[in-house]
């Protein structure tokens, strides 16, 4: 069974450095490429980029190019999404997400349960 | 960067009741590239349907999907309980780039 496990809820200061987690088990991790998506409170999807654990060959979206860092530990099967300092507008939920590829055609087929990152002073 | 426009913000129906969602591209997509997903609230989103009209495994076929070029449908048939939810359109773009649409709340009358 597919499944991508996310680190827990966290609440930190502005100005802070945070690294979130998303453990994926059940599949070859090396095979399927890994997104991040954010969530602010209330409002919709936000595809923020997406990682290839076999080469760690990163592309991110426009809007969050140099905002984030997104990166993975193959060795233990876990991609990740870090921040050098946080801001309040951070404040939102993070979902890990794999990418299915068929036929030609690209979507994500298994989420994380998502993190809940909460920035504030 | 393709821009998707979903209507309406909001459906309100009543059980047994069909309801047709519609997604809207800023310029023309590919069919194998829009994906529709459902999110109940507190879940993550779940995949309903991929290349505009394939059912994910274990979607029931009351959920349907259409379109083309810049215009795209969700149509759920008969909507069960279950199904009162927000409903993303996605599409791929170019470098592994993805867009979402800003969600239709489907909820009841």
Same mark, same amino acid.
């Given at each position: 069974e597919v499944q991508l496990v996310q680190s827990g809820a966290v609440v930190k200061n502005p100005g802070e450095s945070l690294k979130i987690s998303c453990k994926a088990a059940g599949y070859s991790f090396t095979s399927y490429w890994i997104g991040w998506v954010r969530q602010m409170p209330g409002k919709g999807l936000?595809?923020?980029? =997406? =990682?290839? +654990?076999?080469? *760690?060959d990163t592309r991110? *979206? +426009? *809007? #969050?190019?140099?905002?984030?860092? =997104?990166s993975v530990d193959k060795s233990i099967s876990t991609a990740y999404l870090q921040w050098s300092r946080l801001k309040a507008s951070d404040t939102a939920m993070y979902y890990c997400a794999r990418l299915g590829i068929?036929?030609?055609?690209? #979507? =994500?087929?298994?989420w994380g349960q998502g993190t809940v990152v909460t920035v504030s002073s | 960067e393709i821009v998707l426009t979903q209507s309406p913000g909001t459906l309100s129906l009543s059980p047994g009741?069909?309801?047709?969602?519609?997604c809207r591209a800023s310029q023309s997509v590919s069919s194998s590239y829009l994906a529709w997903y459902q999110q109940k609230p507190g879940q993550a989103p779940s995949l309903l349907i991929y290349a505009t009209s394939n059912r994910a495994t274990g979607i029931p076929d009351r959920f349907s999907g259409s379109g083309s070029g810049t215009d795209f449908t969700l149509t759920i048939s008969r909507l069960e309980p279950e199904d009162f939810a927000v409903y993303y359109c996605q599409q791929y773009g170019s470098s592994l780039l993805f867009t979402f649409g800003p969600g239709t709340k489907v909820d009841i009358k």
């Open positions: 936000e595809w923020m980029g =997406i =990682i290839h +654990p076999g080469d *760690s991110y *979206s +426009p *809007s #969050f190019q140099g905002q984030v860092t =997104i068929q036929g030609g055609s690209y #979507f =994500i087929d298994y | 009741e069909r309801a047709t969602l519609s």
